[in-house]
T-cell receptor
Framework: AQRVTQPEKLLSVFKGAPVELKCNYSYSGSPELFWYVQYSRQRLQLLLRHISRESIKGFTADLNKGETSFHLKKPFAQEEDSAMYYCAGSGPRDNYGQNFVFGPGTRLSVLP | DTAVSQTPKYLVTQMGNDKSIKCEQNLGHDTMYWYKQDSKKFLKIMFSYNNKELIINETVPNRFSPKSPDKAHLNLHINSLELGDSAVYFC???????????FGDGTRLSIL
């Protein structure tokens, strides 16, 4: 089955510190990868996707095919970055018919 | 204008009842989804549907059934509600299966 893993349930950093949210994937073929963010009691929003190679709100993510990773990084965390972050992947359908899979999420807490 | 809208926002009901959650998207997307987010913030896909095909996550009880009157709507019917159904349910849509998904605000379902 397609899988997306995020090893950290919770990540706490101080304001101004660098942050890295880890994501690893297990997919047949070449998946497309995304990061979604969910601020407190709000809807999930697309943060960025690997094919666009852009930086949104100071966040970047690079696809590393060798390590099958798509880690999310920001050099200087802000308090307003506190949220749940979900890594997601899409690709060919697996044996269960699913082609879009979300990771379990990492809660980022930026401390003042 | 809200791109993906769900109603109601909150739903409090008793065990054993039957309820529906409505979802509408005005983005012209061809694929819609239902997700369940539990108290630990795990996001689990329940259904994905386009105008040709319904993909069901096999772990979803058959008390849950999606109904799509047209391309812009995907409603979720739940029969014989159980305590474990308490969660936030998110509707989403995308233009194509592997494209970024746009989410609704969620419906918080509480079973008494």
């Amino acid at each position: 089955a397609q899988r997306v893993t995020q090893p950290e349930k919770l990540l706490s950093v101080f304001k101004g510190a660098p942050v890295e949210l880890k994501c690893n994937y297990s997919y047949s073929g070449s998946p497309e990868l995304f990061w979604y963010v969910q601020y407190s009691r709000q809807r999930l929003q697309l943060l960025l996707r690997h094919i666009s190679r852009e930086s949104i709100k100071g966040f970047t993510a690079d696809l590393n095919k060798g390590e099958t990773s798509f880690h999310l990084k920001k050099p200087f965390a802000q308090e307003e970055d506190s949220a749940m972050y979900y890594c997601a992947g899409s690709g060919p359908r697996d044996n269960y018919g699913q082609n879009f899979v979300f990771g379990p999420g990492t809660r980022l807490s930026v401390l003042p | 204008d809200t791109a993906v809208s769900q109603t109601p926002k909150y739903l409090v009901t008793q065990m054993g009842n039957d309820k529906s959650i409505k979802c509408e998207q005005n983005l012209g997307h061809d694929t819609m989804y239902w997700y369940k987010q539990d108290s630990k913030k795990f996001l689990k896909i329940m259904f994905s549907y386009n105008n040709k095909e319904l993909i069901i996550n096999e772990t979803v009880p058959n008390r849950f059934s999606p109904k799509s009157p047209d391309k812009a709507h995907l409603n979720l019917h739940i029969n014989s509600l159980e305590l474990g159904d308490s969660a936030v349910y998110f509707c989403a849509s995308s233009q194509g299966e592997n494209q970024p998904q746009h989410f609704g605000d969620g419906t918080r379902l509480s079973i008494l």
